[in-house]
Every structure is written in structure tokens, then in C-alpha cells.
């Protein structure tokens, strides 16, 4: 394992334990003495361990001289494609994840934090100014169910 995906693996391990202690916290609040700690710490601690937002995006992939038919190849492509402008680091941060494809329109929905929305839409940019094939953002929203009909449609 090299030094890059080392040092990715322990980030994960650490950001997962902090987040199973804050959780544990937030669980025996009730039953803690909260005569020190002040309503904005208490909130901090809150937000710190709940669950991150999710944003869904709608890309259209345009410009494919053949169609990809397969779930699999199409994924491949996308993540590989990203890869290469923003790293395997990058893709972590952003939380992405690709839920749904859609071969017939070739249009795919995409999930990634809410605070990365912006990080996300420049590395499609980039990928577009280097590349034939052209990422369109049909739509961000904050529900799967919207985003589902963007696919269908």
C-alpha cells in the first residue's frame, strides 16, 4: 500500500472514531451535569455529530461516439474521469458517490456533501474544457426522489 492511500485509510479511521465518540456524547447528554457548558459549545458538539447533508446531482454525459450500455463502464469512466482532475483525496472529500445511471439518456446521479457542491461543479468544468465528452449538471437538489424524476425525464 503506498504512502498516499496509507495516509487516506487513517484519516478515514480517525474521522470515523471521532465521530462514534461525539455520538456517544450526544447519547449521554441527558444524564451529564450541564451546569459549565454554555448552549453555544452544547450546539457545536451537536452539529459536529450529526448525520452531513447530502446534495443529489443530475449530469448528462454528451458527445459518446458509442453509448455506455453497462452500469459498471459508466461508472468507471466518470470516477476515473474525476480522478484525474481532482485525486483520489479529492473524490473522498467530496463524499462522492454514484447512485443511479441511466444508459438509455446516459445521464447519472451523483451524491456528495453539501458543502462540496461548488468543488464538485469546478472539476466538472475542468473536465469539460479537457475532454470531448461534456458533463452537463441538469440539476442539484436535496432529495432523491427529485433527482430520480431529472433521470427519468
Known amino acids: 500500500m503506498d504512502k ?16 462514534a465518540l461525539l455520538y456517544y456524547i450526544i447519547r449521554r447528554i441527558p444524564t451529564l451535569n450541564l451546569d459549565g457548558c454554555t448552549a453555544e459549545s452544547f450546539s457545536v458538539i451537536k452539529k459536529l455529530a450529526s448525520k452531513p447533508r447530502r446534495r443529489y446531482i443530475v449530469l448528462e454525459a454528451v458527445g459518446f461516439k458509442d453509448e455506455l450500455k453497462s452500469r459498471r463502464s459508466a461508472v468507471k469512466w466518470l470516477e476515473t474521469s474525476l480522478k484525474g482532475i481532482i485525486g483520489e483525496i479529492g473524490l473522498v472529500n467530496l463524499g462522492l458517490t454514484i447512485i443511479d445511471y441511466n444508459p438509455k439518456n446516459q445521464r447519472f446521479i451523483i451524491r456528495v456533501y453539501h458543502t462540496r457542491v461548488n468543488s464538485f461543479m469546478g472539476a466538472v468544468g475542468i473536465h469539460n474544457n479537457r475532454s470531448d465528452v461534456k458533463l452537463s449538471v441538469l440539476s442539484v437538489t436535496g432529495s432523491i426522489r427529485k433527482a ?5 425525464s
Do not use: H, P, S
Request: proline share 0%; glycine share 0%; aromatic share 14%.
Open 4 to 19: 498516499c492511500a496509507m495516509l487516506c485509510y487513517m484519516e478515514a479511521i480517525a474521522v470515523a472514531a471521532l465521530f
Open 148 to 152: 430520480r424524476n431529472y433521470l427519468r
